[in-house]
Nanobody
Framework: QVQLVESGGGMVQAGGSLRLSCAAS????????MGWYRQAPGKQRELVAV???????NYGASVKGRFTISRDNAKNTVYLQMNSLKPEDTAVYYC?????????WGQGTQVTVSS
């Protein structure tokens, strides 16, 4: 079964930047939609940014203007550039991919923003 593998998480000070990457384990497997969600302690998982199956991008309200999602179809990889990070961005970030009416999740990568 195809897997999604995230990388790039870590600890950064407020105002800093991080770039997350998510690659599919099978280069030939194509996702109709791909993106990022996050879950902070004690909170529900929420949308960060996603490429929809129609080709558009959606961002969570709290990250608009600070985060940018991009995609390399040749590498079957999606990226999340996070700028102007805030302590409230601290969460586990999960990569998600949708294909054939099925959703796939990565294992998650921790992002911690200190004040």
């Amino acid at each position: 079964q195809v897997q999604l593998v995230e990388s790039g998480g870590g600890m950064v000070q407020a105002g800093g930047s991080l770039r997350l990457s998510c690659a599919a384990s099978e280069s030939s497997f194509r996702f109709n939609a791909m993106g990022w969600y996050r879950q902070a302690p004690g909170k529900q998982r929420e949308l960060v940014a996603v490429f929809t199956s129609g080709g558009s991008t959606n961002y969570g309200a709290s990250v608009k203007g600070r985060f940018t999602i991009s995609r390399d179809n040749a590498k079957n990889t999606v990226y999340l550039q996070m700028n102007s990070l805030k302590p409230e961005d601290t969460a586990v970030y999960y990569c998600w991919g949708g294909a054939l009416l099925k959703g796939y999740w990565g294992q998650g990568t921790q992002v911690t923003v200190s004040s």
